[in-house]
């Protein structure tokens, strides 16, 4: 399956997780990328992984903090002159972090939406022209289940995610007569850095309790990153070409 043959693909969070799951499908399916992330280290393990899987000479890495706006302007000016244009933005790179509200200072409250929300809205801003000029273009944002549903301790991480599912239906609209999709994924139950050790930190004193409607009812546990990053190449290619405004929820079933 080639989907992907010439289109041309900017992917944030391309490192580690869901993002790096979704740069090897979109290079298994034919497409160029340049993978985005602020982890170097990361970004060396998914060439590395491309070069086993000889898809390295479609592959282009970008060390790129998404919350510095002036790193943006040039990062993506940087991966738009790399691919000779752009045709797909995906916007996986996000972080997840936990803590009582009352206890939220506002530099962490405002760290996680810079990241988040702030830097999902540069990305965007900063691909629109080359966006309109490419080949039936598409934004792939990443909501989160928790921007519909509750999870505890995670107030701060929610309104972002909220943010990013309502400014993707606002994009949708304003582009839409010119032909840009725009489009969200919400996961949940997935496993990635954000849900391991590296991810949400939970409170010591966390009631787990709360947790016991967070659970997935397909499987046993949490699912893959493949397992978004095909989702994700579905609506990037024009098998979702009837998609946008709306976001999709991967969660196995976790909030019926």
Do not use: W
Not at 6 to 32: K, Y
Not at 55 to 63: E, F, I, Q, S, Y
Not at 66 to 83: F, K, Y
Not at 173 to 189: H, I, M, N
């Amino acid at each position: 399956m080639n989907r992907y043959e010439g289109r041309r693909a900017l992917i944030t969070g391309g490192g580690s997780g869901i993002g790096q799951a979704t740069v090897h499908r979109v290079l298994a399916e034919g497409g160029r990328v340049v993978a985005a992330d602020v982890n170097e280290a990361g970004l060396k393990a998914t060439y590395a992984t491309a070069v086993a899987d000889g898809t390295a000479d479609r592959l282009t890495t970008l060390v790129l903090d998404i919350s510095d706006e002036a790193a943006v302007q040039a990062g993506v000016a940087s991966a738009v002159a790399t691919l000779g244009g752009l045709d797909v933005l995906v916007n996986a790179a996000g972080i997840l972090r936990s803590e009582h509200t009352r206890k939220t200072s506002l530099e962490f409250f405002n760290k996680i939406l810079a990241v988040n929300l702030t830097g999902t809205f540069l990305m965007i801003r900063e691909a629109i022209p080359a966006l309109l000029a490419g080949d039936k273009p598409v934004v792939v944002n990443f909501s989160s289940t928790s921007a519909s549903f509750a999870h505890p301790y995670m107030s701060a991480y929610a309104a972002s995610k909220g943010g990013v599912q309502s400014m993707t239906h606002a994009l949708a609209s304003e582009y839409s007569k010119q032909g840009l999709r725009v489009v969200a994924v919400a996961p949940g139950s997935i496993s990635s850095d954000m849900t391991s050790g590296n991810g949400p930190g939970l409170p010591a004193d966390a009631d787990m309790s709360l947790f016991m409607k967070l659970s997935p009812a397909l499987g046993e546990g949490f699912a893959s990153p493949d397992t978004v990053a095909g989702v994700v190449a579905m609506l990037g290619s024009q098998d979702g070409a009837f998609i946008t405004g709306t976001e999709i929820r991967i969660d196995g079933g976790t909030h019926f």
